[in-house]
């Protein structure tokens, strides 16, 4: 199992450019969570989905981000237009069915806006 | 409603000294409750969790944690650090869908 996979690693843009995150989940999991890391705010949850579905996007900054599941094996969390202040670490967590299993997060894509 | 409060946001200790994590918790329901790891520029990582049962939680890597309903605490430990132990470690509660995270507790082992 390759594990969670994320991609870019490292994503540097300019300021008001269009940014996509990209989330390849686990296969067989069944839930998909976006996190945002800072060293002001810490771990923060974005919004997360259930079997494709969006359940709660309370954690959305503002309109500017939005994220989809169009199918299990792919999300996509996107920020337009990019702010200096969404410069930080976003990660992509997936959960087992069974919640007993805990999550496991990917790697993180850097995300850097000048 | 649940939360997590980690009481230190670092720990310095040196290397084969004992260590120990502060983790409180808050949850108006049957919680679930997590410690994850993160060295430098990767993910997050499961050390271990309690569910039910045993109060005395085993993980990875030589560390556990004891369940403590009365003080609502989930404090993390390891009897001899290492210098790889050298990460950050985040305690969080969990109910059936989603999971919150406390700040993180900063591990420095000083050789």
């Known amino acids: 199992d390759a594990g969670v996979i994320q991609s870019p690693r490292h994503e540097v843009t300019e300021m008001g450019q269009e940014v996509t995150l990209r989330c390849k989940p686990i296969?067989?999991?069944?839930?998909l969570f976006w996190y945002r890391q800072t060293m002001m705010r810490g771990l923060e949850l974005l919004i997360y989905f259930n079997n494709n579905v969006p359940i709660d996007d309370s954690g959305m900054p503002e309109d500017r981000f939005s994220a989809k599941m169009p199918n299990a094996s792919f999300s996509t969390l996107k920020i337009q237009p990019s702010e200096p202040r969404d410069s930080a670490v976003y990660f992509c967590a997936s959960r087992a069915p069974d919640s007993n299993y805990g999550y496991t997060f990917g790697s993180g894509t850097r995300l850097t806006v000048v | 409603a649940q939360s997590v409060t980690q009481l230190d946001s670092q720990v310095p200790v040196f290397e084969e000294a004992p260590v120990e994590l502060r983790c409180n918790y808050s949850?108006?329901?049957?919680?679930?409750l997590f410690w994850y790891v993160q060295y430098p520029n990767q993910g997050l990582q499961l050390l271990l969790k309690y569910l039910s049962g045993s109060t005395l939680v085993k993980g990875i890597n030589g560390f556990e944690a004891e369940f403590n309903k009365s003080q609502t605490s989930f404090h993390l430990r390891k009897p001899s650090v290492h210098i790889s132990d050298t990460a950050e470690y985040f305690c969080a509660v969990g109910g059936y869908q989603k999971v919150t995270f406390g700040t993180g507790t900063k591990l420095q082992v000083i050789p």
């Open positions: 296969s067989g999991h069944d839930y």
């Open positions: 949850s108006s329901v049957s919680v679930y």
